[in-house]
């Protein structure tokens, strides 16, 4: 009886002390080294901050010269039956124009959205009392108008009353 054939399990390991464990409050951790400030970002370019407009200036200058193109051409060929396909090329430069208008409102923040809205409203009205109210004055013996002068009007009443609305919200704050 002297000896147990089966020998006791041998004891566990003991665990890591916290001492040892990196998130241990007892373990004395040095700062971080301090990064280097990033230089700061180089100003954007002209072309970069000013993109919608240099856009914008070389849609209606691509669409001006279609349009002095197809007027010089379909003056110059009044019988051929292929001008009225051409005197429609100026639709296409006018709705990259659109496209790039729609782009940059797209970009704005909600106040400048907000002023444009306002400015869109009031120039659909402005333009409606203008058509209607020309549109008696024809019936009273005044000229017909090209309608081909009713976007340009439509482009300054926009504008005028974009202009009046940034200056009012400007002044308002």
């Known amino acids: 009886m002297g000896e147990n054939p089966y020998p006791p399990p041998p004891a566990e390991a003991p665990g890591d002390p916290l001492v040892t464990h990196p998130a241990s409050p007892f373990l004395r951790t040095e700062a971080p080294a301090p990064a280097a400030f990033p230089s700061p970002p180089a100003m954007p370019s002209f072309a970069a901050t000013h993109k919608a407009q240099i856009q914008f200036v070389l849609a209606v200058l691509a669409y001006l010269m279609v349009v002095v193109g197809v007027g010089i051409v379909v003056q ?79 482009v300054l009443l926009w504008a005028s009353a974009t202009a009046v609305l940034e200056l009012r919200a400007r002044y308002r704050r």
């Open 76 to 154: 110059a060929n009044g019988g051929a039956t292929w001008r009225y396909y051409v005197a429609l090329l100026p639709v296409v430069p006018a709705g990259i124009v659109l496209s790039v208008i729609l782009r940059a409102l797209g970009r704005l923040d909600e106040a400048k959205k907000r002023i444009q809205l306002q400015a869109l409203g009031s120039t659909a009205g402005a333009a409606a009392l203008l058509a209607f109210g020309y549109g008696s004055l024809e019936g009273e013996g005044l000229p017909d108008v090209n309608w081909t002068l009713f976007l340009p009007v439509i």
